[in-house]
């Protein structure tokens, strides 16, 4: 039996036109600051060459921790 993993690897414009509530600018300042903000940590970026990818799931699981941190 074999296992099935299903990767949602969106590039930046991908993700903003599938979920308008962030910016162009906005997530790339995230992206940017990945490594003092927390988001690196959490994996939900990856780069391959200079294309940088964003795991959906990873990059809302952050999302939420960071919502958590501030209450």
Known sequence: MT???AWAYL???QF???????TT??????????HTNGLAKSGAVV???RKVLIDESKFFTWVESQNKAVA
């Not at 903003?16 to 962030?22: D, L, S």
């Not at 600018?25 to 990945?34: K, Q, T, V």
Request: without cysteine.
């Open 3 to 5: 296992t099935q993993t």
């Open 11 to 13: 590039t930046v414009t």
């Open 16 to 22: 903003i036109q599938k979920n308008p509530a962030f």
């Open 25 to 34: 600018g906005g997530l790339r300042a995230l992206i940017f600051n990945e």
């Open 47 to 49: 780069r391959i060459g």
